[in-house]
């Protein structure tokens, strides 16, 4: 883990080389001057760092490094900017139903029969999800061992461009007071701060609904020093092998849209850099495509080994996510995530809402169905919702609703990634074992009776039809193809049976390049020099109740600490 107190001298130098290195100007969105397709990329390229792609961490990484060095940013899809499926919140479902080849949103779907995404866009997984903005807490932060006074300033630096109050209307307000209602205290208002309680967190999207990515952290990077090469495919990280000594990488080879390879080579220099942040899926894979993994699988896939490294692609996780349907009498605004209650046994609820269109649902189970390779019988949705209670001519199309989920935390589970094949465009197969863990599956039976006296409460009761129960809600639940997991009768009468039948994602998978197993405290990863891994892949747990804001801190973070390190050397 990283020293929690990093050397003043190296803070002072830091400090200086930031503020002497600030450009004259920064650029606002779209970057039209270092942003650019990456079939204009010379054949060859050289760059003091180079980052493996531009999400989540891979933005603020790029930005901050910019500041005092030349960088190369990478990234395989396109810019999120102009497209209103990302920009407006009401284009949320609407992009992840998006099953086409140049998606921003890369289906997949894990062994365990779990529908997920992976984000294929500048800016990552944040130009995708549903934009809840939370720090983690002060002991996840001392586990990890980062510095807390750093760690505070790297939030600070990325909330100033990206972080939002929300405005709370009425279906979250009868949320947060049905949480209230029934225990989960005490009500910490608004804050960023992970505190056990119900709180409003921080979203993305400002107050007008445009969502703000990490990639508006490239604001922050000096233009003349930065360089984005977008529809650029990494297809692996060359090294450098000399004598006794450690593989060294010093490049990467990446293709363009049109099919043209290119080089991009390090600068002459022992503080130069690959880095590597694309994400949970992508960089395990990429390690395992460059010869670093575990050797039963680089054989299969004759890829040349570089390093044995058996841990590549182990601890994947995946957050489950649990939830209730909940029809509405009254209009709902459109809301994503704002309201949580984090609970004393670790699982968070949570609630989105917004008119439904029951055509589009149609479309989607369809494009799914396709993409999973099944028959449309088992992803029928009814023409018509019936839910005991509720006159079927009141749910018509396009209806009011909500959603009220529990997320369990942690969590326990683990699982293993593989490759499929040597395409980099191709998802590797994905195994999280849900619930395998069975403190993950209690976590979640306590967080879904919670979802249901919070739809039992009298708080909530302007949003529940009268005559419907939450028992009622959650056995139509068990109707809608949420997954491809096999249905059991006792689904209805047992919470654990529930549980495993309705398992979703929430998106929040990490794991793969863990800390301590294929990376050191510092990122680098094990048995090799010049690489390291600055992402969410690297986390043994998902941070607090949603992971991008840490994710983004990560990356202003390690820039930070790598700048540090860089000038130190410089002087030494």
Not at 317 to 328: L, Q
Not at 365 to 388: E, G, L, W
Not at 413 to 419: I, V
Request: contains cysteine.
């Amino acid at each position: 883990m990283l020293s929690s107190s990093w050397n003043l001298s190296i803070f002072s130098s830091l400090f200086g080389i930031l503020i002497l290195c600030i450009p004259c100007f920064s650029e606002k969105a779209p970057y039209y001057t270092f942003a650019r397709d990456a079939t204009s990329a010379p054949e060859v390229v050289f760059f003091d760092y180079i980052v493996i792609g531009g999400g989540t961490s891979g933005c603020a990484l790029a930005a901050t490094l910019s500041q005092a060095s030349n960088v190369l940013l990478l990234e395989r899809g396109g810019l999120p900017y102009g497209n209103p499926n990302i920009t407006n919140i009401n284009g949320f479902t609407r992009n992840l139903a998006d099953t086409s080849p140049s998606s921003p949103s890369q289906l997949f779907i894990s062994t365990d029969g779990v529908f997920n995404h992976r984000a294929r866009v500048l800016g990552g997984g944040s130009a995708i999800n549903a934009g809840f903005f939370s720090r983690a807490s002060n002991e996840y932060v001392k586990r990890m061992g980062w510095n807390p006074e750093v760690v505070n300033d790297s939030y600070e630096w990325v909330e100033k461009k990206v972080a939002f109050r929300p405005q709370i209307n009425q279906w979250q307000s009868a949320v947060r007071n049905g949480l209230l209602e029934v225990g989960v205290r005490p009500y910490n208002g608004f804050t960023y701060e992970h505190l056990d309680g119900t709180k409003v967190g921080g979203s993305i999207f400002d107050q007008q609904g445009h969502r703000h990515t990490a990639a508006d952290l490239l604001e922050y990077a000096d233009p003349i020093k930065i360089s984005v090469y977008l529809y650029a495919t990494v297809e692996q990280i060359v090294f450098r092998t000399r004598g006794g000594r450690k593989p060294r990488a010093y490049g990467v080879r990446f293709q363009d849209s049109e099919g043209n390879s290119h080089l991009a080579f390090l600068n002459r220099g022992s503080k130069n850099e690959v880095l590597l942040s694309a994400g949970a899926l992508g960089s395990p894979q990429m390690l395992m495509l460059s010869g670093i993994g575990p050797i039963r699988q680089l054989n299969a896939h004759e890829i040349n080994v570089l390093v044995d490294q058996p841990m590549v692609g182990m601890g994947m996780s995946d957050n489950p996510m649990n939830a209730v349907f909940v029809p509405s009498p009254n209009p709902v605004e459109v809301s994503l995530i704002q309201v949580v209650g984090i609970t004393g046994f670790k699982s968070y609820i949570e609630a989105a809402s917004g008119p439904l269109e029951l055509d589009w649902m149609h479309r989607m189970a369809h494009d799914f169905a396709r993409v999973a390779n099944q028959t449309m019988d088992s992803f029928k949705i009814p023409s018509v919702i019936t839910i005991p209670g509720i006159n079927p001519h009141l749910l018509h199309s396009p209806m009011q609703a909500g959603l009220i989920l529990e997320k369990v935390a942690g969590p326990y589970s683990t699982g293993f990634l593989e490759l499929t094949s040597k395409d980099p465009n191709e998802n590797p197969v994905v195994t999280f074992n849900y619930f395998k863990d069975a403190r993950d599956l209690q976590r979640c039976v306590h967080g879904m009776r919670t979802v249901a006296e919070v739809i039992d409460s009298t708080s909530f009761s302007n949003f529940r039809y009268p005559l419907t129960t939450s028992q009622a809600l959650m056995n139509t639940m068990l109707t809608f193809p949420l997954n491809l997991r096999p249905k059991h009768l006792t689904a209805s009468v047992s919470f654990e049976q529930f549980c495993i039948d309705t398992v979703m994602t929430i998106w929040h998978y990490h794991g793969g390049c863990q800390v301590g197993k294929v990376v050191d405290g510092d990122y680098k990863v094990f048995g090799v020099d010049g690489l390291r891994v600055i992402d969410g892949s690297t986390f043994i747990e998902s941070p607090g109740t949603n992971p991008q804001a840490t994710v983004m801190m990560l990356g202003r973070y390690m820039g930070q600490k790598i700048l540090g390190d860089r000038l130190a050397g410089r002087r030494n």
